[in-house]
C-alpha cells in the first residue's frame, strides 16, 4: 500500500515506491557495499509551505517537479477515480492514458516530459511516458508488472517491475536498452529517481522485513536510513547537486518526509500534518509532496535562503 491509502498491484514489502523499448536486460555490476554515516540526530530546516490541491479533487499527491516549476502528481475524483495531473503557472490538467482505468503521474523533466504509471482493464500496471502529447507505454520484458518511477534531462529512466513470483526489482532503460537493478542480498528493490549524473536512489526490503534506501553511483551500492527510523527508509528524489528526499517511520508507524545533503540529515513536515511525504527536490532546493491533515493534499516547500540551479 502507498502512503495514505493509495494501493498499488505491485508488492513493495514494507513501503511502496510511490514507476519505450523492449530490448536486452542487463545487470548493473557491484562494485562495493558501503554504508553512509549516520549522524546521531536529525536537523530542522526552515522552509515556506504551500498547499497544492486539484480543483474538486477528493485527494491529492504532488509527486514530480522541475526546474521551471512545473508539477506533476496524482488526484483521485470524487467518483474514486485516480488520475494524473500537471500544474503550470497555477494552471492545472488532467492526465489519462487512453483506455486506462487509471493514471498516475510521479515525474516531470526539464524539457517538459512526465513520467508516471497506469492501470490497465486487467489490473495491469504499465509505465509510461507523456512527450509533446504522445504516450509511450513502458513494460520490462517479461515481467508481470512495470512502474516508472523517475526520469533525468538525458531520457534515462528508473523504476521497479514484478517478476514471475511477486518480487519487484529495480530497473534502468537508457539508450532503448533495460538494465536490472537488485541492491545485493535484498528481497525487493525499487530504482526511484536519476539524476544527470546517471546516479539512483531507491529503497529496498531486506530479508528480515525492514526497508532500506540506497544510493547507486557508478556501480557501488551505499545504504540510507534515517537516523532512529523505526522500519522504513525510501528516498523518491535526487536533484543534480546531490539533494535527496523521501519519507522515512517513527515509532508510531507515521511518516515524515525527509532531505539529506552532505551526510546531514533534515525532518521535512509540513506543518500540523499527521503524516508526510517528501516526493521530488529540484535544483532550488524547492520540495514537492503530500501531507495528511483533514485529507490527502500536495506542497511545495521552498527553503528560506534558496539556491540558485
Known sequence: MNPFGCKSRIAFGVVVAILILLAVIGAIPVASLAQLPSPASAVGESFTFSTIDFPGAALTRAQGLNNRGQVVGTYR?????????????????????????????FHVNDPGDI???????????HGYVLHQGTFTTIDFPGATGTIFQGMNNLGMIVGAYTDSVGAAHGFLLKAGSFATIDFPGAVNTVAGEINDLGQIVGNYDDTGGMNHGFLLDNGNFTSINFPGAFSATSPFGFSNPGEI?????????????????????????FPGAVQTVASKVNAAGQIIGFYNLAGTHGFLATPSLIQKP
Request: hydrophobic residues 40%; negative net charge; aromatic residues 12%.
Open 77 to 105: 475524483d470524487a467518483g474514486g477515480v485516480v488520475h494524473g495531473f500537471a500544474m503550470n503557472q497555477g494552471s492545472f490538467s488532467t492526465i489519462d492514458v487512453p483506455g486506462a482505468i487509471q493514471t498516475k503521474a
Open 115 to 125: 513520467g508516471g504509471e497506469y492501470l490497465d482493464s486487467a489490473f495491469v500496471n
Open 245 to 269: 528526499v523521501g519519507l522515512y517511520d517513527d515509532n508510531n508507524g507515521l511518516f515524515h518526509g525527509f532531505k539529506l545533503q552532505g551526510g546531514v540529515f533534515s525532518t521535512i513536515d
